[in-house]
């Protein structure tokens, strides 16, 4: 089993990104796929998840607007736009797996899998 994510970077304020995260051996179009993250300092907090199917997506007050999660279930992949990004929105951004669809505030002990975190930074 593992999560790859990727498209992390330095990136100037008001600017975008996309992150990535592909799966491998599991079943990936079975699971809800989540994205965390943690910033220097702080506690993991929730960012975002979509369901199964994409049928549903969630976000945190914090990227609301400036975010969109979607997923590719023929790529094994999820994948997390965020437009706008402020300073505070550097943090290391994991992606995660759960087989239930746990909202609108996912615990991050709830999920299955993990992946290991690509790092964004938001310069001012």
């Known amino acids: 089993v593992q999560l790859q994510a990727s498209g992390g970077g330095l990136v100037q304020a008001g600017g975008s990104l996309r992150l990535s995260c592909t799966a491998s051996?599991?079943?990936?179009?079975?699971?809800?796929s989540y994205w965390f993250r943690q910033a220097p300092g702080k506690e993991r907090e929730f960012v975002s998840a979509i369901n199964w199917n994409a049928g549903s997506t969630v976000y945190a007050d914090s990227v609301k607007g400036r975010g969109t999660i979607s997923r590719d279930n023929a790529k094994n992949t999820v994948y997390l736009q965020m437009t706008s990004l402020k300073p505070e929105d550097t943090a290391v951004y994991y992606c995660?797996?759960?087989?239930?669809?746990?909202?609108?505030?996912?615990?991050?002990?709830?999920?299955?899998?993990w992946g290991k975190g690509t790092l964004v930074t938001v310069s001012s």
């Open positions: 051996g599991f079943t990936f179009s079975s699971f809800a």
């Open positions: 995660a797996v759960a087989r239930g669809y746990y909202t609108p505030l996912p615990r991050g002990s709830s999920m299955n899998f």
